[in-house]
């Protein structure tokens, strides 16, 4: 009966130590694939925010674009302005 009590323990024992490292490996791999997703997210944040600065830049020579094909715009209208004005005199003469 002692002998079958000792075995009972010993055997809840190695239970207890197998469950034990079955929880330490489900933690352990657990923590690895929180570790593997932040890791993920930082990666995404780094490249959203290099997109964004992409996105700033590509805006900004959009802009200075725009400004030069408005002021392109402009002298084109003031030189066709003269050369109306111009051709104006020329048929008074």
Request: aromatic residues 2%.
């Amino acid at each position: 009966m002692r002998k079958l009590t000792i075995a009972g323990f010993a055997m809840a024992a190695a239970l207890t130590a197998g469950c034990a490292t079955t929880d330490q490996a489900a933690i352990d791999e657990a923590n690895a694939t929180a570790s593997s997703a932040e890791q993920t997210a930082n990666n995404a944040l780094n490249t959203a925010n290099s997109a964004s600065k992409s996105a700033r830049t590509a805006q900004q020579t959009a802009e200075e674009a725009l400004a030069a094909a408005r002021a392109a715009q402009k002298s084109a209208n003031e030189a066709n302005e003269r050369a109306k004005r111009m051709l104006e005199r020329a048929s008074q003469k």
